[in-house]
Protein backbone atom coordinates (compact mmCIF):
# COMPACT_ATOMS: atom_id res chain seq x y z
CA UNK A 1 0.00 0.00 0.00
CA UNK A 2 1.57 3.28 -0.87
CA UNK A 3 1.79 6.14 1.55
CA UNK A 4 -1.36 8.48 1.20
CA UNK A 5 -3.62 6.46 -0.89
CA UNK A 6 -7.21 4.82 0.26
CA UNK A 7 -7.44 1.58 1.97
CA UNK A 8 -8.93 -1.11 0.68
CA UNK A 9 -11.14 -2.44 3.13
CA UNK A 10 -13.47 -5.18 0.52
CA UNK A 11 -16.83 -3.03 0.76
CA UNK A 12 -17.27 -2.69 5.10
CA UNK A 13 -20.62 -1.85 5.61
CA UNK A 14 -21.87 0.45 8.10
CA UNK A 15 -22.61 -1.34 11.38
CA UNK A 16 -26.15 -1.93 12.51
CA UNK A 17 -25.81 -2.64 16.25
CA UNK A 18 -28.00 -5.20 17.54
CA UNK A 19 -28.11 -8.34 20.24
CA UNK A 20 -28.68 -10.75 17.55
CA UNK A 21 -26.29 -13.27 16.65
CA UNK A 22 -26.68 -12.37 13.30
CA UNK A 23 -25.77 -8.76 13.80
CA UNK A 24 -23.02 -10.20 16.35
CA UNK A 25 -21.39 -11.70 14.11
CA UNK A 26 -21.43 -9.19 11.69
CA UNK A 27 -19.96 -6.81 13.87
CA UNK A 28 -17.10 -9.45 14.94
CA UNK A 29 -16.45 -9.82 10.64
CA UNK A 30 -16.12 -6.05 10.43
CA UNK A 31 -14.17 -5.24 13.33
CA UNK A 32 -11.37 -7.89 11.95
CA UNK A 33 -11.39 -6.56 9.07
CA UNK A 34 -11.18 -2.80 9.73
CA UNK A 35 -8.19 -4.63 12.29
CA UNK A 36 -6.57 -5.07 9.17
CA UNK A 37 -6.53 -2.08 8.13
CA UNK A 38 -5.24 -0.63 11.23
CA UNK A 39 -2.13 -3.22 10.93
CA UNK A 40 -1.51 -1.70 7.71
CA UNK A 41 -1.79 1.99 9.06
CA UNK A 42 0.18 1.10 12.06
CA UNK A 43 2.81 0.00 9.47
CA UNK A 44 2.54 3.14 7.69
CA UNK A 45 3.45 4.68 11.23
CA UNK A 46 -0.26 6.56 11.31
CA UNK A 47 -1.52 6.74 15.17
CA UNK A 48 -4.40 8.67 14.86
CA UNK A 49 -7.72 8.17 12.53
CA UNK A 50 -9.90 11.91 12.45
CA UNK A 51 -13.30 10.74 11.74
CA UNK A 52 -15.36 13.60 10.11
CA UNK A 53 -19.03 14.57 9.38
CA UNK A 54 -20.49 18.11 8.21
CA UNK A 55 -23.32 19.77 10.57
CA UNK A 56 -25.99 21.31 9.15
CA UNK A 57 -24.50 25.19 9.34
CA UNK A 58 -21.73 23.35 6.77
CA UNK A 59 -19.09 22.97 9.46
CA UNK A 60 -17.03 19.88 9.24
CA UNK A 61 -16.82 18.66 13.00
CA UNK A 62 -14.50 15.97 14.47
CA UNK A 63 -14.04 12.89 16.41
CA UNK A 64 -10.27 11.29 16.48
CA UNK A 65 -9.37 7.75 17.23
CA UNK A 66 -6.14 5.94 17.93
CA UNK A 67 -5.24 3.78 14.87
CA UNK A 68 -5.43 0.85 17.86
CA UNK A 69 -8.60 1.41 18.33
CA UNK A 70 -10.37 1.05 14.58
CA UNK A 71 -10.98 -2.13 14.88
CA UNK A 72 -13.80 -1.18 18.00
CA UNK A 73 -15.01 1.80 16.43
CA UNK A 74 -15.40 0.20 13.07
CA UNK A 75 -17.73 -3.07 14.78
CA UNK A 76 -19.39 -0.64 17.81
CA UNK A 77 -18.77 3.63 16.86
CA UNK A 78 -17.95 6.52 18.71
CA UNK A 79 -20.63 8.44 20.67
CA UNK A 80 -21.36 12.34 19.63
CA UNK A 81 -24.60 14.28 20.79
CA UNK A 82 -27.13 15.04 18.29
CA UNK A 83 -27.32 18.27 19.53
CA UNK A 84 -24.61 19.01 17.17
CA UNK A 85 -27.02 19.07 14.12
CA UNK A 86 -28.39 22.27 15.93
CA UNK A 87 -25.28 24.04 15.93
CA UNK A 88 -24.59 27.30 14.14
CA UNK A 89 -21.14 28.63 12.52
CA UNK A 90 -20.53 30.54 15.97
CA UNK A 91 -20.61 27.25 17.76
CA UNK A 92 -23.72 28.18 19.93
CA UNK A 93 -26.57 26.48 20.01
CA UNK A 94 -30.80 26.39 18.77
CA UNK A 95 -33.09 24.10 19.15
CA UNK A 96 -35.76 22.34 16.15
CA UNK A 97 -38.85 20.49 17.29
CA UNK A 98 -37.23 17.25 17.10
CA UNK A 99 -33.10 17.99 18.07
CA UNK A 100 -31.76 20.19 20.83
CA UNK A 101 -31.00 19.80 24.18
CA UNK A 102 -28.22 17.34 26.30
CA UNK A 103 -30.02 14.13 26.28
CA UNK A 104 -29.01 11.61 23.54
CA UNK A 105 -25.73 9.83 22.18
CA UNK A 106 -25.47 8.41 18.55
CA UNK A 107 -22.78 5.98 17.05
CA UNK A 108 -20.43 7.36 14.26
CA UNK A 109 -19.81 4.86 12.04
CA UNK A 110 -16.45 4.87 9.75
CA UNK A 111 -16.93 4.23 5.93
CA UNK A 112 -13.55 2.62 6.01
CA UNK A 113 -13.99 2.05 1.94
CA UNK A 114 -13.04 6.17 2.55
CA UNK A 115 -10.12 5.61 4.65
CA UNK A 116 -7.49 7.42 3.48
CA UNK A 117 -3.41 8.42 4.61
CA UNK A 118 -3.47 11.97 4.93
CA UNK A 119 -0.30 13.31 2.82
CA UNK A 120 -0.34 17.07 4.56
CA UNK A 121 -0.92 15.64 8.20
CA UNK A 122 2.18 13.13 8.86
CA UNK A 123 1.11 10.10 11.35
CA UNK A 124 -2.79 10.82 10.68
CA UNK A 125 -5.46 9.14 8.58
CA UNK A 126 -9.24 10.01 7.73
CA UNK A 127 -12.77 8.18 7.25
CA UNK A 128 -15.59 10.23 6.77
CA UNK A 129 -18.88 8.70 9.35
CA UNK A 130 -22.04 7.72 8.79
CA UNK A 131 -24.22 8.06 12.20
CA UNK A 132 -26.70 5.82 13.67
CA UNK A 133 -29.16 5.85 16.62
CA UNK A 134 -27.52 3.45 19.82
CA UNK A 135 -30.31 0.78 18.57
CA UNK A 136 -28.59 0.19 15.53
CA UNK A 137 -30.96 2.34 13.40
CA UNK A 138 -29.85 4.69 10.95
CA UNK A 139 -30.02 8.27 12.12
CA UNK A 140 -32.69 9.79 10.13
CA UNK A 141 -31.28 12.91 10.29
CA UNK A 142 -27.67 12.14 9.11
CA UNK A 143 -26.55 14.32 5.84
CA UNK A 144 -24.24 11.34 4.39
CA UNK A 145 -27.06 9.08 4.82
CA UNK A 146 -29.55 11.24 3.29
CA UNK A 147 -27.14 11.53 -0.04
CA UNK A 148 -26.71 7.98 -0.44
CA UNK A 149 -30.78 7.36 -0.24
CA UNK A 150 -31.29 9.78 -2.77
CA UNK A 151 -28.55 8.14 -4.85
CA UNK A 152 -30.14 5.18 -4.46
CA UNK A 153 -33.55 6.64 -5.78
CA UNK A 154 -32.44 7.86 -9.10
CA UNK A 155 -30.31 4.46 -9.41
CA UNK A 156 -33.94 2.89 -8.97
CA UNK A 157 -34.93 5.21 -12.13
CA UNK A 158 -31.71 3.57 -13.63
CA UNK A 159 -30.00 7.24 -13.47
CA UNK A 160 -26.58 7.13 -12.68
CA UNK A 161 -25.07 11.07 -11.28
CA UNK A 162 -21.46 11.45 -11.50
CA UNK A 163 -20.58 15.01 -9.27
CA UNK A 164 -17.57 17.23 -8.62
CA UNK A 165 -17.37 20.03 -6.33
CA UNK A 166 -14.66 23.22 -7.43
CA UNK A 167 -13.17 24.32 -4.37
CA UNK A 168 -12.70 27.67 -3.98
CA UNK A 169 -10.45 29.88 -0.65
CA UNK A 170 -8.25 32.84 -0.57
CA UNK A 171 -5.16 32.58 0.70
CA UNK A 172 -3.90 34.89 3.41
CA UNK A 173 -1.55 37.18 3.24
CA UNK A 174 -2.83 37.97 -0.21
CA UNK A 175 -1.04 37.96 -3.34
CA UNK A 176 0.20 41.06 -5.44
CA UNK A 177 -0.40 39.17 -9.08
CA UNK A 178 -3.25 40.20 -11.29
CA UNK A 179 -6.46 37.59 -11.30
CA UNK A 180 -6.14 34.76 -13.31
CA UNK A 181 -2.45 35.71 -13.44
CA UNK A 182 0.72 33.26 -13.78
CA UNK A 183 2.08 36.38 -11.69
CA UNK A 184 -0.09 34.36 -8.80
CA UNK A 185 1.45 30.42 -9.28
CA UNK A 186 4.99 31.70 -9.91
CA UNK A 187 5.04 33.69 -6.28
CA UNK A 188 3.09 31.01 -4.56
CA UNK A 189 4.29 28.09 -6.84
CA UNK A 190 6.36 25.67 -4.10
CA UNK A 191 2.44 26.16 -1.93
CA UNK A 192 0.26 25.32 -5.24
CA UNK A 193 2.68 22.22 -6.07
CA UNK A 194 2.09 21.42 -2.48
CA UNK A 195 -1.59 21.62 -2.68
CA UNK A 196 -1.52 19.39 -5.40
CA UNK A 197 1.57 16.86 -4.61
CA UNK A 198 -0.99 16.06 -1.50
CA UNK A 199 -4.20 15.49 -2.97
CA UNK A 200 -2.31 13.26 -5.55
CA UNK A 201 -0.76 11.21 -2.64
CA UNK A 202 -3.92 10.50 -1.49
CA UNK A 203 -5.22 9.16 -4.81
CA UNK A 204 -7.88 12.34 -5.25
CA UNK A 205 -7.32 13.23 -9.33
CA UNK A 206 -6.60 16.77 -9.53
CA UNK A 207 -8.33 18.13 -13.23
CA UNK A 208 -6.84 21.96 -12.97
CA UNK A 209 -5.85 24.39 -10.03
CA UNK A 210 -5.64 28.13 -11.19
CA UNK A 211 -5.90 31.44 -9.18
CA UNK A 212 -9.05 33.14 -9.33
CA UNK A 213 -10.48 36.83 -9.43
CA UNK A 214 -10.13 38.03 -5.86
CA UNK A 215 -6.56 39.32 -4.70
CA UNK A 216 -5.20 35.77 -2.81
CA UNK A 217 -7.55 33.35 -4.26
CA UNK A 218 -7.33 29.84 -6.20
CA UNK A 219 -9.36 27.11 -7.12
CA UNK A 220 -9.21 23.34 -7.29
CA UNK A 221 -11.56 21.14 -9.49
CA UNK A 222 -11.08 17.27 -9.28
CA UNK A 223 -12.32 14.10 -10.91
CA UNK A 224 -16.20 13.73 -10.56
CA UNK A 225 -17.51 10.53 -8.47
CA UNK A 226 -20.57 9.22 -7.42
CA UNK A 227 -22.83 11.75 -5.44
CA UNK A 228 -21.84 10.42 -1.36
CA UNK A 229 -18.15 10.13 -2.84
CA UNK A 230 -18.20 13.82 -4.34
CA UNK A 231 -19.46 14.95 -0.69
CA UNK A 232 -16.51 13.00 0.94
CA UNK A 233 -14.07 14.24 -1.75
CA UNK A 234 -15.17 18.19 -0.66
CA UNK A 235 -14.54 17.44 2.92
CA UNK A 236 -10.88 15.92 2.16
CA UNK A 237 -9.93 18.63 -0.58
CA UNK A 238 -11.15 21.36 1.63
CA UNK A 239 -9.12 19.64 4.70
CA UNK A 240 -5.95 19.14 2.71
CA UNK A 241 -5.82 22.91 1.22
CA UNK A 242 -6.01 23.48 5.28
CA UNK A 243 -3.06 21.82 6.20
CA UNK A 244 -0.40 22.26 3.11
CA UNK A 245 -1.52 25.84 4.11
CA UNK A 246 -0.96 25.98 7.72
CA UNK A 247 2.85 24.45 6.75
CA UNK A 248 3.46 27.09 4.44
CA UNK A 249 2.42 29.86 6.75
CA UNK A 250 -0.40 30.37 5.37
CA UNK A 251 -4.22 30.76 6.37
CA UNK A 252 -6.78 29.69 4.12
CA UNK A 253 -10.43 31.31 4.37
CA UNK A 254 -12.89 29.40 2.79
CA UNK A 255 -16.09 31.72 3.73
CA UNK A 256 -18.29 32.62 0.97
CA UNK A 257 -16.93 36.40 1.45
CA UNK A 258 -13.79 37.42 2.24
CA UNK A 259 -14.54 40.98 1.60
CA UNK A 260 -18.19 42.13 1.32
CA UNK A 261 -16.94 44.88 -1.53
CA UNK A 262 -15.21 41.57 -3.67
CA UNK A 263 -16.04 38.64 -5.47
CA UNK A 264 -16.69 35.31 -2.84
CA UNK A 265 -15.89 32.27 -3.21
CA UNK A 266 -17.85 29.64 -4.84
CA UNK A 267 -18.89 26.25 -4.16
CA UNK A 268 -20.08 25.46 -7.55
CA UNK A 269 -21.31 21.71 -8.48
CA UNK A 270 -20.71 19.95 -12.00
CA UNK A 271 -22.70 16.93 -12.89
CA UNK A 272 -23.85 14.74 -15.19
CA UNK A 273 -26.82 11.80 -15.89
CA UNK A 274 -25.42 8.53 -17.28
CA UNK A 275 -27.54 5.71 -17.67
CA UNK A 276 -25.95 1.87 -18.98
CA UNK A 277 -22.73 3.81 -19.95
CA UNK A 278 -24.33 6.70 -21.78
CA UNK A 279 -23.90 10.36 -20.69
CA UNK A 280 -27.41 11.67 -20.77
CA UNK A 281 -26.73 15.38 -21.44
CA UNK A 282 -25.71 14.97 -24.82
CA UNK A 283 -27.03 12.49 -27.75
CA UNK A 284 -30.76 13.59 -27.29
CA UNK A 285 -32.63 16.05 -29.58
CA UNK A 286 -33.23 18.60 -26.76
CA UNK A 287 -32.01 21.87 -25.78
CA UNK A 288 -28.15 21.66 -26.41
CA UNK A 289 -28.64 18.42 -27.36
CA UNK A 290 -29.94 16.96 -23.99
CA UNK A 291 -31.94 14.02 -23.85
CA UNK A 292 -35.57 14.66 -22.49
CA UNK A 293 -34.22 13.16 -19.07
CA UNK A 294 -31.62 15.19 -18.66
CA UNK A 295 -33.81 18.65 -19.68
CA UNK A 296 -36.61 17.20 -17.45
CA UNK A 297 -33.74 16.05 -14.49
CA UNK A 298 -32.41 20.15 -14.78
CA UNK A 299 -35.35 22.20 -15.33
CA UNK A 300 -36.34 20.56 -11.79
CA UNK A 301 -33.23 21.91 -10.84
CA UNK A 302 -33.87 25.02 -12.17
CA UNK A 303 -37.41 25.50 -10.69
CA UNK A 304 -36.37 24.85 -7.16
CA UNK A 305 -33.40 26.63 -7.34
CA UNK A 306 -35.27 29.27 -4.49
CA UNK A 307 -35.70 26.43 -1.99
CA UNK A 308 -32.63 24.97 -2.77
CA UNK A 309 -30.57 28.26 -1.74
CA UNK A 310 -31.43 27.35 1.45
CA UNK A 311 -29.40 24.06 1.36
CA UNK A 312 -26.66 25.78 -1.07
CA UNK A 313 -26.24 29.27 0.20
CA UNK A 314 -26.99 28.22 3.79
CA UNK A 315 -26.02 31.77 5.83
CA UNK A 316 -26.14 35.45 5.89
CA UNK A 317 -22.51 35.78 4.77
CA UNK A 318 -23.75 33.73 1.13
CA UNK A 319 -25.60 36.37 0.16
CA UNK A 320 -22.99 39.23 0.46
CA UNK A 321 -21.12 36.84 -2.20
CA UNK A 322 -24.49 36.19 -4.20
CA UNK A 323 -24.67 39.44 -6.18
CA UNK A 324 -25.39 40.43 -10.03
CA UNK A 325 -22.45 40.68 -12.09
CA UNK A 326 -19.90 38.84 -10.26
CA UNK A 327 -20.11 35.26 -11.84
CA UNK A 328 -22.10 34.07 -8.73
CA UNK A 329 -25.76 32.65 -10.52
CA UNK A 330 -27.98 35.92 -8.78
CA UNK A 331 -30.70 34.95 -11.46
CA UNK A 332 -32.68 32.11 -12.09
CA UNK A 333 -32.26 31.43 -15.66
CA UNK A 334 -30.01 28.93 -17.66
CA UNK A 335 -27.62 28.96 -20.63
CA UNK A 336 -24.71 27.14 -22.74
CA UNK A 337 -21.29 28.55 -20.88
CA UNK A 338 -23.59 31.28 -19.30
CA UNK A 339 -20.70 31.85 -16.42
CA UNK A 340 -23.85 34.75 -14.75
CA UNK A 341 -26.58 31.91 -15.15
CA UNK A 342 -27.80 30.01 -12.02
CA UNK A 343 -27.33 26.96 -13.81
CA UNK A 344 -24.73 26.85 -16.36
CA UNK A 345 -24.83 24.18 -19.62
CA UNK A 346 -21.51 23.12 -20.63
CA UNK A 347 -21.72 20.92 -23.73
CA UNK A 348 -18.32 19.64 -23.88
CA UNK A 349 -16.09 19.89 -26.93
CA UNK A 350 -17.39 17.77 -30.20
CA UNK A 351 -15.89 14.04 -29.61
CA UNK A 352 -15.76 14.02 -26.01
CA UNK A 353 -19.18 12.52 -25.25
CA UNK A 354 -18.20 12.15 -21.36
CA UNK A 355 -17.82 16.15 -20.92
CA UNK A 356 -21.23 17.26 -21.37
CA UNK A 357 -22.64 18.33 -17.59
CA UNK A 358 -23.99 20.98 -15.88
CA UNK A 359 -23.32 23.53 -13.27
CA UNK A 360 -24.58 24.85 -10.16
CA UNK A 361 -23.40 28.73 -9.73
CA UNK A 362 -25.14 29.74 -6.63
CA UNK A 363 -23.85 27.29 -3.87
CA UNK A 364 -21.06 28.59 -1.80
CA UNK A 365 -18.51 26.45 0.51
CA UNK A 366 -20.40 27.04 3.75
CA UNK A 367 -22.86 24.45 2.35
CA UNK A 368 -23.08 20.98 3.79
CA UNK A 369 -22.09 18.65 0.33
CA UNK A 370 -23.72 15.97 1.38
CA UNK A 371 -27.56 17.84 1.64
CA UNK A 372 -26.28 19.76 -1.41
CA UNK A 373 -25.74 16.20 -3.59
CA UNK A 374 -29.21 14.94 -1.80
CA UNK A 375 -31.00 18.00 -2.90
CA UNK A 376 -29.92 18.39 -6.00
CA UNK A 377 -31.11 14.71 -6.98
CA UNK A 378 -34.56 15.37 -5.12
CA UNK A 379 -35.27 18.44 -7.00
CA UNK A 380 -33.99 16.81 -10.44
CA UNK A 381 -36.03 13.92 -10.06
CA UNK A 382 -39.04 15.66 -9.36
CA UNK A 383 -38.57 17.70 -12.60
CA UNK A 384 -38.52 14.15 -14.34
CA UNK A 385 -41.44 13.02 -12.73
CA UNK A 386 -43.30 16.59 -13.56
CA UNK A 387 -41.77 16.09 -17.42
CA UNK A 388 -40.62 19.53 -16.77
CA UNK A 389 -38.95 21.02 -19.75
CA UNK A 390 -36.49 24.26 -19.71
CA UNK A 391 -37.10 27.73 -20.19
CA UNK A 392 -35.12 29.77 -22.93
CA UNK A 393 -31.78 29.76 -22.23
CA UNK A 394 -30.25 33.48 -21.31
CA UNK A 395 -27.48 34.44 -23.08
CA UNK A 396 -24.91 37.67 -22.19
CA UNK A 397 -25.75 38.96 -18.54
CA UNK A 398 -28.92 38.03 -17.37
CA UNK A 399 -28.98 41.16 -15.74
CA UNK A 400 -29.81 42.84 -18.92
CA UNK A 401 -31.98 40.43 -19.70
CA UNK A 402 -35.89 41.12 -19.78
CA UNK A 403 -38.00 39.29 -17.46
CA UNK A 404 -34.78 37.77 -15.53
CA UNK A 405 -36.25 36.53 -11.97
CA UNK A 406 -33.37 37.12 -9.65
CA UNK A 407 -33.18 34.35 -7.07
CA UNK A 408 -33.65 35.31 -3.39
CA UNK A 409 -31.44 37.90 -1.97
CA UNK A 410 -31.70 36.92 1.31
CA UNK A 411 -31.49 33.67 3.79
CA UNK A 412 -34.71 34.83 4.89
CA UNK A 413 -36.21 34.84 1.38
CA UNK A 414 -34.68 31.66 0.19
CA UNK A 415 -35.82 30.23 3.40
CA UNK A 416 -39.45 31.10 2.89
CA UNK A 417 -39.16 29.12 -0.11
CA UNK A 418 -37.74 26.23 1.37
CA UNK A 419 -40.27 26.01 4.11
CA UNK A 420 -42.78 25.35 1.27
CA UNK A 421 -40.89 22.87 -0.71
CA UNK A 422 -43.02 19.51 -0.47
CA UNK A 423 -40.28 17.94 -2.64
CA UNK A 424 -37.75 18.94 -0.75
CA UNK A 425 -39.36 18.13 2.86
CA UNK A 426 -40.19 14.29 1.80
CA UNK A 427 -36.67 13.91 0.71
CA UNK A 428 -34.82 15.21 3.78
CA UNK A 429 -37.51 13.79 6.33
CA UNK A 430 -39.46 15.90 8.95
CA UNK A 431 -35.96 15.60 11.66
CA UNK A 432 -33.68 17.25 9.08
CA UNK A 433 -35.69 19.39 6.87
CA UNK A 434 -36.81 21.23 10.35
CA UNK A 435 -33.45 21.19 12.09
CA UNK A 436 -32.06 23.00 8.82
CA UNK A 437 -34.81 25.67 9.06
CA UNK A 438 -34.55 26.18 12.77
CA UNK A 439 -30.47 26.49 11.99
CA UNK A 440 -31.27 28.81 9.05
CA UNK A 441 -34.16 30.99 10.86
CA UNK A 442 -31.19 31.11 14.05
CA UNK A 443 -28.39 31.83 11.73
CA UNK A 444 -30.33 34.62 10.74
CA UNK A 445 -31.28 36.16 13.84
CA UNK A 446 -27.40 35.84 14.76
CA UNK A 447 -26.36 38.25 12.17
CA UNK A 448 -29.18 40.49 12.16
CA UNK A 449 -28.07 44.25 12.05
CA UNK A 450 -24.43 43.34 11.63
CA UNK A 451 -22.63 44.91 9.17
CA UNK A 452 -21.50 43.34 5.50
CA UNK A 453 -17.63 43.31 6.91
CA UNK A 454 -19.27 42.24 10.41
CA UNK A 455 -20.56 38.91 8.68
CA UNK A 456 -17.58 38.29 6.58
CA UNK A 457 -15.44 38.65 9.19
CA UNK A 458 -16.95 36.56 11.56
CA UNK A 459 -17.99 33.93 8.93
CA UNK A 460 -14.60 33.65 6.49
CA UNK A 461 -12.75 31.42 8.72
CA UNK A 462 -15.22 29.29 9.97
CA UNK A 463 -15.62 26.83 7.42
Not at 224 to 230: E, F, H, Q
Not at 326 to 339: S, Y
Not at 367 to 385: E, K, M, R, W
Amino acid sequence: MNRGTPIATEGIEPVEQGHSTAQREQAQRRSQEAGLAAARLTAEGVRTVALTWVDVAGLTRVKVVPTTRLAQVAAHGVGMSPVFDVYLVDDSVTSSPYIGGPDGDLRLIPDLDRLTVLAAQPGWAWAPVDRFEQSGQPYDACQRQFARRMTERAAERGIELRMGFETEWVVDPPLAGPAYGMARVVERSAYVGDVVGALEAQGVEVLQIHPEYTPGQFEVSVAPADPVGAADLAVLVRETIRAVSLQHGLTPWFGPVVDPEGVGNGGHVHFSLWQDGRNLCRGGDGPCRMTPTSEAFLAGILDALPALLAVGAPTPASYLRLAPSRWAGAFQCWGPENREAALRFVPGPPGAEGAANAEVKSFDPAANPYLVTGSLIAAGLAGLDAGLRLPEPVSGDPVNAEGSRRLPASLTEALSHFTESAVLREALGDRLFEAIVSVRQAETKLFDGHSPQEIAEATRGRY
